[in-house]
């Protein structure tokens, strides 16, 4: 068990510009959620997947963002036309499917927008 | 709506005790997580209550009480390395098993 990782770890963009950021997760694991974080806040949930399938999105995430799963492994989240306002933290969490089982998170990718 | 209510800020001296309060209000409840989170580092998970009453892991135990929708989090021989933010999270019921998160307490221990 290497536990979540997440590349890059910093990433810094011009605005307008598009990014793209990758998540290894606990290879047991079959779910796999994506998170933004800011300062002073709790992570904020963007999308999650069970396996490939994409079961959820957050209606608060603009259509700039897409997150894939191809083969129920990696996942990949896509910022389009990034914004100052997409600076943030993105995490990304796995868990399996035991009732009682955590979400264990990445280092996260820490993102700014210039 | 759905809401989870813990202090901002929190002080206490090394080698203390401290109780980290969570109140939530959630449209179905599976469980309640405290994970700990140190500057500019992911959430690290410490620990899971499903069922009322005291959960004890070394330092760290977790109390919920359902009926009321309160847990807390209590720190036992705090240590210097025990500051960070604590944050509480409620996963709902139903498929997605989605985490509520709160917006995390902030604990400075002093020497």
């Known amino acids: 068990d290497t536990g979540v990782s997440q590349d890059p770890r910093h990433k810094i963009t011009k605005r307008g510009q598009n990014v793209t950021f990758r998540c290894d997760p606990i290879s047991e694991h079959n779910r796999l959620y994506w998170y933004r974080q800011t300062l002073g806040q709790g992570p904020e949930f963007l999308t999650y997947f069970q396996n490939e399938a994409q079961l959820e999105k957050s209606r608060l995430l603009s259509d700039r963002f897409s997150a894939e799963r191809p083969k129920g492994s990696f996942s990949t989240l896509e910022i389009q036309r990034t914004e100052q306002g997409d600076s943030a933290m993105y995490l990304c969490?796995?868990?399996?499917?035991?009732?009682?089982?955590?979400?264990?998170f990445g280092n996260g990718t820490r993102l700014t927008v210039t | 709506g759905q809401n989870i209510d813990q202090p901002t800020e929190m002080t206490a001296t090394e080698g203390a005790i401290v109780q980290i309060n969570c109140t939530y209000q959630t449209s179905g409840f599976n469980g309640l997580f405290w994970y700990q989170q140190h500057a500019g580092e992911a959430p690290t998970f410490l620990s899971y209550?499903?069922l009322d009453g005291l959960e004890e892991k070394g330092r760290f135990s977790s109390f919920l009480s359902r009926s009321k929708g309160y847990s807390y989090l209590l720190l036992k021989e705090l240590q210097m390395k025990d500051s960070a933010s604590y944050l509480c999270?409620?996963?709902?019921?139903?498929?997605?098993?989605?985490?509520?998160w709160g917006l995390g307490t902030s604990l400075a221990v002093n020497p």
């Open positions: 999270a409620v996963r709902n019921a139903g498929n997605n098993r989605k985490l509520i």
């Open positions: 209550n499903v």
């Open positions: 969490a796995s868990s399996s499917t035991r009732g009682n089982s955590p979400l264990h």
